[in-house]
């Protein structure tokens, strides 16, 4: 469950694209869109110089972000998207003595917030005893970011295009002002820092709950579809796109299925990943079965998806009720839920990346492959591939890897006849 769980914040973070018009909720942020932040924070960090050693800094670090995106779901809008600007000056110094090492750089970065903001109501408005713990929660907005950098000084001749990232916690203190907490990474570096921020703009209008369940009903429902899709998006990724790219899956055939067997770096558990696909239907639409398998957990799915991989619809079993349900998406849902991240892998890719035919056997068979690489220096990462196009999905084998971390996947069944166990069509 563990890499369930990675990628489904990896989902939250890349794929949920909304509109900007207000919407009541009494679950939400202190963001809009359109909102305006500005950051000081004074930090220290560490790391490895290329050429040998180690160094510790104090860190000036400036930052000013733009809210894009907002999602509802039904009464609940924790989440915010969008994009920051950020600065970076580094003063090395050695023996509790600041040196003549300086770092100085700009980065871009995507960013993320998980606001608390109205949850609490409940709690406050009834005295229950953890009123206090909720009230304070409220005023917190955990957020996320990660971009590139350019770095114009560097503490030695290290590269001057890296990665930045940063996870913390603000506080409000206010509607506009906030305490702000931050772990960081910057181009190698490692560290944290304290600082300020300052909102412009409107916060999130939180309405406050009349909980008398006589009078009042909630509906959870969203919410708890959301918790699902989640949950299904993230196993579609890895059975659909293996470390953000794809292969044409034409050559399936109805009933036909694979099974992967996955493993990682970080993680002595294996997953086992099957899909299948169940029908194709008059108007080129499929519908298609994953089902994974870790540990004591086992979980199915099945959906059908137009030509353009776009989930028109999706059943599941409610592990609470043992009733099947579905999920319907909507216009809006369609456009958020899109695979414009995502890349395929296609014939002139075939030839830039070939690095010859390799005979491959794996515990679905023995394969006559052609082997890809993909090397992404600037991100420092390298993916490989074994294709045959007598696989259906045309997949054998895939390994994507950086310095710190690797994930393997390889081919291990081939089945047919497979059929939809949740009575979908």
Do not use: C
């Amino acid at each position: 469950m563990k890499k369930i769980i990675v990628f489904t914040i990896l989902l939250l973070v890349f794929t949920y694209a909304v509109s900007a018009e207000a919407k009541d909720s009494w679950w939400g942020s202190y963001y809009m869109p359109g909102n305006l932040s500005f950051e000081g924070s004074i930090g220290y960090e560490g790391g490895s110089l290329s050429g040998g050693g180690s160094i510790t800094a104090v860190t000036l670090i400036p930052e000013a972000e733009i809210i894009l995106f907002k999602p509802y779901f039904g009464g609940v809008s924790p989440l915010d998207f969008g994009a920051a600007v950020r600065g970076h000056i580094g003063f090395g110094f050695s023996d509790y003595t600041l040196d003549s090492n300086l770092s100085a750089g700009l980065g871009i970065l995507g960013t993320f917030h998980f606001g608390f903001r109205g949850i609490g109501s409940h709690f406050t408005n009834y005295n229950d005893s953890p009123s206090a713990l909720f009230s304070q929660l409220s005023k917190f907005d955990y957020f996320a970011e990660a971009g590139i950098v350019i770095d114009l000084l560097s503490y030695d001749d290290s590269s001057m295009i890296g990665f930045a990232g940063a996870t913390g916690f603000n506080y409000y203190l206010n509607e506009n002002l906030a305490f702000t907490l931050t772990g960081t990474i910057w181009n190698g570096m490692y560290g944290g820092s304290i600082g300020a921020t300052y909102k412009i703009g409107p916060s999130q209008n939180v309405r406050e709950l009349d909980l008398k369940f006589e009078t009042v009903s909630i509906d959870m429902d969203p919410l708890y579809m959301q918790i699902y899709l989640s949950q299904f998006y993230s196993i579609y990724w890895y059975s659909f796109y293996a470390g953000g790219f794809y292969f044409d899956d034409s050559n399936y055939k109805e009933g036909q299925g694979t099974e992967w067997k996955l493993s990682s770096s970080d993680d002595n558990d294996e997953l086992i990943i099957s899909k299948a696909l169940l029908i194709v239907n008059d108007d080129a639409s499929r519908w298609w079965k994953i089902k994974y398998a870790g540990g004591s957990d086992e979980i199915v799915y099945e959906f059908l998806i137009d030509g353009d991989y776009n989930i028109l619809k999706l059943r599941f079993v409610d592990a609470d009720s043992g009733e099947v349900r579905e999920y319907n998406a909507t216009p809006e849902e369609l456009e958020s839920y899109s695979t414009a991240d995502m890349r395929e892998i296609s014939g002139s890719d075939y030839k830039d990346w070939d690095k010859g035919s390799v005979s491959l056997k794996t515990a679905a068979g023995k394969f006559e492959t052609s082997h890809l690489l993909f090397e992404e220096s600037a991100a420092d990462y390298t993916y490989e591939w074994w294709i045959s196009d007598s696989v259906p999905g045309r997949m054998v084998k895939f390994i994507w890897k950086s310095s710190k971390e690797s994930m393997m996947g390889e081919l291990t069944k081939i089945s047919k006849g497979n059929k939809s166990e949740l009575n979908s069509f």
